[in-house]
């Protein structure tokens, strides 16, 4: 951390900064230039709140130097991580590019299982499906619950992929991971940290969605929640951020994906459904994100979705979503060459 | 619902339109205007996701007409509603302004009740605290829990404020219930849905804070959640919000008091320490608020900001607070008489 | 400047910053801390990018610790600057509050002449009003040219209130300064450093308003240019930024007026007209404003809103900017008493 | 344009709606719904300011149907336009992708011809260097002037590459043109609209880049702009936005690249290296550019990014850049096989 102190700061002000500093546990180290004097404090202190420095006399700002995570950087495993959603062959990270695809909700057997086996084939590895729904509106469909779970558990029978689907509360953990292959966390629980601890104590792999005005800081603060608790299985996936724009439903900042490759070895998905928020969108953004080396995709799938009960602007159908993963193959194998 | 169609679409197009309004149990309405035409659908469907439309063949776009929140709007109930935190005398709303303060956490018991007697003098009807911290880092100091409700409703006792504490997850609800007098649910829990709903079905008035990047619609519709639930007595909160600004920590939008005044019955209330970030911007942000009409303010106060465990950057100290208090009234006064 | 190394680099690499650091003609100063390495480096080169540093192996970040600007800064001047826009009684900044109101644009004279006396009589000391407009849309009025400039300096005769009107483009700059009395650089423009320099030549004062996404940093900067080519009068106005925010046209963020009460010695105005699209909320916001400290404000006033041509959604009515100025009056009355 | 009244509004508030409606040269269409009264307005009045109907009573709110932006659309052009920079064989546009490199700044003879020479050889059409830079802070190094456009000519001279500079003010544009084959409009002047006329005069292509806070329907109005000056040789140009986002200097959307595709027959080219301000991002971004149909890159290539006097941080080397351009065409030539 850098203490910085306002211009004509006394030698006491500086003094009361170095005492505050030493409370804390760290060292100082008084830096002396033309316009300004910085107090360095050094030391590993991240969990410790140093902003109440900025309360003393003549302090201007505090700039921290440490990233507050930890487990989940580069710091501690240099190497990208693989995370298998269900067994060898389903892996994302470290090079391994999976497709992940499916409708918002489960609506009923037959919807589900057609997008399945269209999904399948086209060579995804996972589904995705909703069966908790977390709508804006409380008079919005809301999910068919565990009928919704064993519809999903049917599928992944029926086809083998990994069946990918939301969880929203404490309470759900349990039943979630007796039919789920990997519990999904929405943007809107990114900071709810009470449910972080508790897929942290799950045995299942985590996609963990960022939330929509979440920092990166933020973002790998809340993978460093679920592994500290004890489950080092995070898949990072962006899906868009609150901005400005009226063009699109969220904006999808992809240059994220070399960022977390810098910073932290966990894998990192795109959700373009969600990302832009309108179907014409999407296929663009899937190959601009396989492109900027993303690990994998999640994308909104519906054989009708002018009908779909939930997302239908954003889902594309099976066969835009076939010729998708052909493009993307195509990119890859070009760039592979 | 208005479906914008794009220029150039043909009979058909607006057919199949025409067709999946009235699906959807809506009367349509055909305009054809100089360069576009447009299809009104008429009816009040505001649970149905009308997105899909957008998928339909040149389809531009769809414009909302209905606001989708209901018992939290002008159109259920046209007065503005009191809530009383706690009996008589502790209304916010309708013309009553309450002030709220205390420190960010509960860190121990001579540290609460020396803030609660000092804010009490200075004219406070609330007093905050948190017991369970949502933080953004795992290893940060995350409240003292049940001690923490147990010193809150000492200070109750020994002051007759009421005891404002913030609820981060539904297992916590009965536990928080019986030392609190308004559940507090958090910027980061706005849209967690299932505390939304466990809070509607408490017998206490919930403080709701506005998520930093909602919508006031999705404001209106957290509310919402709740009202339908159960549970009228649902306090606004507005935090501040994320945007590029640098010199804050979070922008505070006080247009939003004259929007929610238009639009909802339901007080609000200011928070201008999570609102802006820093000490110093506090007081002048307090007088704002009163000036532009809230209903009450949530302020962080601590007797030595310098050496807070959470927040103690943007906490004030008694002696600011008892101020701040004056100066308020001063202006409410003012234009009153 | 604090350059901070990537955990893990060599010596080298610290060398190699040490060297690009004195390069730069600034002294170098290593702390080796427990996890990190950060190289600080003293002397004042605000005018070096020194940016390029961030490209040297194993550099994390780049810090930097001095503002950019200076002759905006309470570094070279600590009290507050009182600006006159028209000689004695017409000051704002330093304790002087000035009422500035008249339409979005200059539509004719009677027009015109009805408002500035309206305005006049409620106690403002400036008039408003556009002759170059920017318009967004190249088909919309643009404004009456110098017809609108002389019938504003025939009010200016006929009421004795000041005219702030706005530049456009550097070819202006000596008519629009043979008929104004305060030239208005508008939020288009704050980059706009060509228009900077060329008002800063000008011998009337200046009217800098903030750009809708510019930081605070960013603003400070663009008065800087206006100061250091010559012109010290630069009164600053915050007229909202760009946000996600859809209830309003522009947040308007209140709490830069304590942050420029402390950066600068330069008056703050606000706006809160374009600061929130809507006549509803400007005269809360107006309010609020001054009881946070604001130097003045900026209004758009319109005898008949509904038929302006421009900016109508966001005019008041004499009436209602005449209750506004006396429930400003009995704020600042009643925090003075 | 819809008008929508509030629920609860009387007939003679609707009244008064249709007569300002009618007022406008406007046919109107009253359509009475089950909870709100909507107006239709009826003809193509794009350049008139229809927002002051908000002010009438009981109007809830304006929705525009119309897009404002005529001759950028594809409304009056439905194939991509294709757009020579400099003679055949340098168009970008229409299937046609072209590569712009070049350093931030020009800052002597020999750095610009070496990094010409090298950008050339990769596989560039165009060369990017500024003579004339925007700098927000007035110390800043402003560049060459026009001994900075003779030598970005020479270099046109030595390689054939088409010269792309940018031009900050009117009062520019004859010199600019004598030396430039396309006039760059920066993020800073897309709002400017003195330039845009001015450069909408000149018979050379513009590159238009977008607002940091632009909305997309902002971006393609400054087109027009340009376009209805007599100029129908407009490239647009994504630079990335202004989010909450710290760990990038700007968001840079690659949705607009199928939003422009589906609004505009313009071409539709990206920046990454303001788009992300980070070197190592942008060989990644470049990629997922092109992927997602881009029909250019914008590429600061410096050779020693160390020294660089303006955008070092975001500047790629000739080896970074000669690679990024293999890398590009594989994927080009993928997804058209």
Redesign the interface.
């Known amino acids: 951390m850098?203490v910085?102190m306002t211009?004509g700061c006394s030698q006491a002000d500086v003094d009361h900064v170095v005492k505050?500093v030493n409370?804390m546990g760290l060292k100082d180290?008084v830096?002396v230039?033309?316009?300004?004097t910085?107090v360095?404090a050094?030391?590993?202190k991240?969990?410790?709140?140093k902003?109440?420095?900025?309360?003393?006399p003549n302090v201007d700002k505090?700039?921290p130097?440490?990233a507050?995570?930890k487990v989940a950087s580069k710091?501690v495993k240099r190497e990208p991580s693989a995370i298998a959603l269900l067994g060898p062959g389903t892996e994302v990270g470290a090079g391994h590019v999976g497709m992940i695809g499916g409708p918002c909700s489960v609506e009923d057997r037959s919807q589900l299982l057609e997008v399945a086996h269209a999904v399948k084939e086209a060579g995804a590895i996972g589904l995705r499906g909703g069966a908790f729904k977390?709508?804006?509106?409380?008079?919005?469909?809301q999910g068919l619950g565990e009928e919704g779970l064993e519809i999903l558990a049917e599928a992944r029978e029926a086809t083998g992929l990994a069946v990918v689907t939301e969880i929203?509360?404490?309470?759900q953990v349990d039943l979630v991971c007796k039919y789920a292959d990997v519990l999904q966390v929405g943007t809107?629980?990114m900071?709810?940290?009470?449910?972080l601890v508790a897929v942290g104590k799950a045995n299942k792999p985590v996609m963990l969605k960022r939330g929509?005005?979440a920092?990166?800081?933020?973002f790998l603060?809340a993978a460093?929640?679920i592994i500290?608790?004890g489950n080092p299985n995070v898949i990072l996936c962006e899906r868009g951020?609150?901005?400005?724009?009226?063009?699109?439903r969220n904006?999808?900042?992809?240059?994220?994906?070399?960022?977390i490759k810098?910073e932290s070895h966990l894998p990192i998905v795109i959700d373009p459904s969600q990302?832009?928020g309108?179907?014409?969108?999407v296929p663009?953004?899937c190959?601009?994100?396989?492109?900027?080396?993303a690990d994998g995709l999640l994308v909104e799938v519906h054989q009708d979705?002018?009908?779909?009960?939930?997302?239908?602007?954003q889902?594309i159908t099976p066969e835009v979503f076939a010729k998708m993963v052909v493009?993307c193959k195509?990119?890859s194998?070009?760039?592979n060459?």
């Open positions: 850098i910085v211009p505050l409370e180290h830096i230039g033309t316009d300004r910085v360095a050094i030391g590993d991240r969990n410790v709140d902003s109440a420095i900025e309360n003393a505090i700039v130097i440490l507050p995570y710091e977390p709508r804006t509106n409380p008079y919005s469909f929203m509360s404490i309470d809107r629980n900071h709810n940290f009470n449910l929509w005005s920092t990166l800081e933020e603060l460093e929640y500290s608790a951020i609150r901005t400005h724009e009226e063009y699109v904006t999808l900042p992809l240059a994220i994906i070399p960022a810098r990302g832009t309108h179907a014409y969108m663009s953004m190959l601009a994100a396989i492109a900027a080396g979705p002018e009908h779909a009960l939930t997302d239908g602007a889902s493009d195509k990119i194998d070009a760039l060459a």
